[in-house]
């Protein structure tokens, strides 16, 4: 691994900032430049349009001077060049780049679509792998998923270099069926028969791999109660205006609910809290429309039978009972139902 690619390991580039830095931009490319060792030597860094980052050292002669990058080279001088060159490199990444969890672009979008869908962030449970993640249903507290860095020789011998996977559990039938397809292997580190890996270099699309995390997701759940929390953004909808005329309504479904399940409406900022508790009547309806920020293709039918005291069920009060996030259905874990349910206001 070169120097630079040890330094802007897991991390992402702010092109914004880079032009901030003293940064020219030139045929998509991001070009700056700087004289280190008393002004001997000019060290150039470029960085393109996927944030990768080359560097250069070049002498009064106009040569490429690459003494420094050899291991084993000792002296003074090589050492002065090596430093500098990674003094610089190092306030570029942290002025200008953002840490990242992963290290493929694909890895951190899958992070981003659980985080939404379920408020769970990879725990990175062993320093001596940085770069492991695991995904774990935080009521069940079992495993769905892991994002592992490995050499590809670790599933495929003809293969090599670094690359990032996940594991997910799925039946046996279907494990098989998907080994047929590119991008799928034998599970690296886990039991092949209800596990998969899956390369994360877009070789199989995020709406694909979602769709099998949910089915991992669906193994960890015990002691399913039927009730879901469902954000509400009262910036896009005024649920208050809307119930005051009806209530029944029509909403967004974006997951496996049925009729007769709970939904707890969460709203959003400035209320920050669970507001109100409906029952679904009908599922599965059709339904099309498309925004900017939005976009819906079936619909739920849901009836309001309980309305909360505003403040009363707050984040704070869900972060006790583990939901760190809300930004999409999810489960209602069961002790914060026995909680409410314990505790309504009318």
Excluded at 204 to 209: G, M, P, Q, T
Excluded at 239 to 247: P, Q, S, T, V
Excluded at 273 to 285: D, Q
Excluded at 304 to 331: M, Q, T, W
């Amino acid at each position: 691994m070169s120097i630079e690619e040890e330094i802007f390991k897991r991390s992402k580039v702010n092109f914004n900032k880079l032009q901030q830095y003293g940064f020219e931009e030139k045929n998509k490319k991001y070009f700056y430049s700087k004289n280190i060792a008393d002004d001997e030597f000019v060290l150039n860094v470029e960085i393109d349009q996927l944030g990768d980052v080359k560097a250069k050292v070049i002498d009064s002669f106009g040569d490429e001077y690459t003494n420094f990058r050899i291991e084993d080279s000792t002296g003074s001088f090589v050492g002065k060049i090596r430093s500098e060159f990674e003094e610089v490199l190092l306030d570029i990444k942290n002025r200008c780049f953002e840490q990242a969890v992963f290290l493929f672009e694909q890895s951190n979008r899958i992070t981003n679509l659980i985080k939404e869908k379920y408020g769970d962030e990879p725990e990175m449970e062993w320093e001596s792998s940085p770069g492991f993640g695991v995904f774990r249903n935080q009521n069940s507290k079992k495993w769905y998923g892991l994002i592992m860095n490995i050499d590809k020789s670790k599933i495929d011998p003809k293969l090599s270099g670094e690359v990032e996977v996940i594991n997910i559990k799925l039946e046996p039938n279907e494990i098989l069926d998907l080994l047929k397809k590119d991008g799928f292997y034998p599970a690296y580190h886990m039991n092949k028969k209800s596990w998969i890996t899956i390369l994360l270099d877009d070789t199989v699309s995020d709406k694909v791999i979602m769709e099998l995390v949910n089915k991992s997701y669906s193994y960890t759940v015990t002691n399913k109660n039927n009730e879901w929390i469902i954000p509400a953004n009262p910036k896009y909808f005024d649920i208050e205006k809307a119930l005051a005329e009806r209530n029944i309504l029509n909403w967004k479904q974006s997951t496996d609910i049925q009729v007769n399940d709970i939904v707890y409406l969460y709203v959003a900022q400035p209320y920050s809290s669970i507001m109100y508790k409906f029952k679904v009547l009908e599922v599965n309806i059709p339904y099309q429309y498309k925004n900017e920020k939005l976009k819906i293709k079936k619909v739920m039918k849901i009836e309001l039978i309980k309305k909360y005291v505003k403040g009363k069920y707050s984040f704070e009060k869900l972060k006790e009972y583990g939901i760190n996030a809300v930004r999409g259905p999810r489960y209602m874990p069961l002790n914060l139902s026995q909680y409410i349910n314990q505790n309504e206001d009318i």
